[in-house]
């Protein structure tokens, strides 16, 4: 997560960017909403709604499509992707999609428990600790194990709340904790305990001052760690008749009892939170603003925190959409999906010849 971290210093002081020439920045991928990212060490993976899959191969810089155009996949919605070196798992509204690299062929695995709900993919993560893929559904969390080739549904219902168990993201943390984000607070997983203990769990929602308390609820949407701390982004979801719903925003929580909240108030363009990402010192954030009139998203962009002194700075490039959905940074290369193409941005002393105004 850290290489090339003298270049990106360089270049994360920038405050106003312009790249009309700039040959460190790619677009690929028009016209495709990129839902999420990911690798598997040999290629780059990438989810979308409504063109299928795609698989990028860096060495040949090619894109092979997997979609019902191409007659090669059953599916075209996708809101998320896993990988490892033998298979790679996609998240639809109707299931779980397995490839299997060596046969070359794409499977679906349908939920009982749940219906139609859930079988709505929206979050999945490869554990390679444990050799385990862990599905984030709509409704319930399950596991495959891939040693046993067996699944395991799990309730994670939290004093009857059903939104405690509509997953939204997953994050591994190392190699003994698992956090799981739901539309109502944040379940911390000790993983060497049996996951349907409940003595196994911890579990933080606005109560106690968790999240400083703010809000009727929290939803999580996006979990990056650095140090101590883990960055936890969440939803912006307000109508009228409840201006306090999801009030969103970015916090900066130090594993003890330490909330630093990043909003409107202190530099964020828009409270809501998309995606974060974390190369070196600087977070990466893909904010949105919701509309309490309209009931619409609106893109407010990207910006950038340095974790050290938290200083915030909006990314501002005209040719990257405002409405960025994911972000995901391979060791070299930054990738954001939008609601319009694919943009990978070399993070190398390329950058010295990025035109900036640090302001």
Same mark, same amino acid.
């Given at each position: 997560?850290?290489?090339?971290?003298?270049?990106?210093?360089?270049?994360?002081?920038?405050?106003?960017?312009?790249?009309?020439?700039?040959?460190?920045?790619?677009?690929?991928?028009?016209? %495709?909403?990129?839902?999420?990212?990911?690798?598997?060490?040999?290629? /780059?993976?990438?989810?979308?709604? @409504?063109?299928?899959?795609?698989?990028?191969?860096?060495?040949?810089?090619?894109?092979?499509?997997?979609?019902? =155009?191409? %007659?090669?996949?059953?599916?075209?919605?996708?809101?998320? /992707?896993?990988?490892?070196?033998?298979?790679? $798992?996609?998240?639809?509204?109707?299931?779980?999609?397995?490839?299997?690299?060596?046969?070359?062929?794409?499977?679906?695995?349908?939920?009982?428990?749940?219906?139609?709900?859930? &079988?709505?993919?929206?979050?999945?993560?490869?554990?390679?600790?444990?050799?385990?893929?862990?599905?984030?559904?709509?409704?319930?969390?399950?596991?495959?194990?891939?040693?046993?080739?067996?699944?395991?549904?799990?309730?994670? !219902?939290?004093?009857?709340?059903?939104?405690?168990?509509? /997953?939204?993201?997953?994050?591994?943390?190392?190699?003994?904790?698992? $956090?799981?984000?739901? =539309?109502?607070?944040?379940? *911390?997983?000790?993983?060497?305990?049996?996951?349907?203990?409940? %003595?196994?769990?911890?579990?933080?929602?606005?109560?106690?001052?968790?999240?400083?308390? #703010?809000?009727?609820?929290?939803?999580?949407?996006?979990?990056?760690?650095?140090?101590? &701390?883990?960055?936890?982004?969440?939803? #912006?979801?307000?109508? *009228?008749?409840?201006? #306090?719903?999801?009030?969103?925003?970015?916090? *900066?929580?130090?594993?003890?009892? =330490?909330?630093?909240?990043?909003?409107?108030?202190?530099?964020?363009?828009?409270? @809501?939170?998309?995606?974060?990402?974390? !190369?070196?010192?600087?977070?990466?954030?893909?904010?949105?603003?919701? @509309?309490?009139?309209?009931? =619409?998203?609106?893109?407010?962009?990207?910006?950038? /925190?340095?974790?050290?002194?938290?200083?915030?700075?909006?990314?501002?490039?005209?040719?990257?959409?405002?409405?960025?959905?994911?972000?995901?940074?391979?060791?070299?290369?930054? $990738?954001?999906?939008?609601?319009?193409?694919?943009? +990978?941005? #070399?993070? *190398?002393? +390329?950058?010295?010849?990025?035109?900036?105004?640090? +302001?």
């Amino acid at each position: 997560m850290i290489k090339h971290t003298s270049f990106i210093l360089f270049f994360l002081l920038v405050y106003n960017l312009a790249a009309q020439n700039a040959d460190f920045i790619n677009f690929f991928l028009k016209g %495709s909403n990129v839902t999420a990212i990911c690798s598997d060490e040999q290629s /780059i993976w990438i989810a979308t709604n @409504g063109k299928g899959i795609y698989k990028y191969s860096p060495a040949s810089n090619k894109f092979i499509n997997f979609s019902t =155009e191409n %007659s090669n996949i059953q599916q075209d919605i996708f809101y998320s /992707i896993a990988a490892n070196d033998k298979f790679v $798992w996609a998240g639809s509204t109707d299931g779980l999609f397995i490839y299997d690299k060596q046969k070359n062929y794409w499977t679906k695995r349908k939920f009982g428990l749940g219906g139609q709900l859930g &079988n709505w993919i929206r979050a999945l993560a490869y554990d390679k600790y444990r050799n385990v893929l862990w599905i984030g559904r709509f409704q319930y969390l399950s596991k495959y194990d891939l040693n046993t080739k067996r699944f395991f549904d799990y309730d994670m !219902t939290i004093n009857g709340n059903e939104k405690t168990n509509t /997953i939204k993201t997953i994050a591994i943390d190392g190699d003994s904790l698992i $956090w799981f984000g739901t =539309e109502a607070g944040l379940h *911390k997983y000790y993983a060497n305990k049996d996951l349907s203990d409940p %003595s196994s769990r911890v579990f933080y929602d606005n109560k106690l001052n968790f999240f400083n308390g #703010e809000g009727e609820q929290v939803s999580i949407s996006s979990i990056v760690f650095e140090g101590n &701390n883990i960055w936890i982004g969440t939803d #912006e979801f307000l109508t *009228k008749e409840r201006p #306090e719903f999801n009030i969103g925003g970015i916090y *900066k929580f130090n594993r003890k009892n =330490e909330w630093h909240k990043f909003d409107i108030t202190n530099g964020l363009p828009g409270n @809501g939170v998309n995606a974060l990402c974390r !190369t070196g010192n600087y977070i990466w954030a893909a904010l949105y603003q919701f @509309g309490s009139s309209s009931k =619409e998203a609106f893109g407010r962009g990207i910006v950038l /925190i340095n974790r050290l002194t938290n200083r915030v700075m909006p990314i501002r490039d005209e040719q990257i959409p405002s409405m960025v959905n994911c972000l995901f940074f391979d060791g070299t290369n930054m $990738w954001i999906g939008t609601e319009s193409n694919l943009v +990978k941005i #070399e993070l *190398k002393n +390329k950058f010295a010849t990025w035109n900036y105004k640090d +302001k």
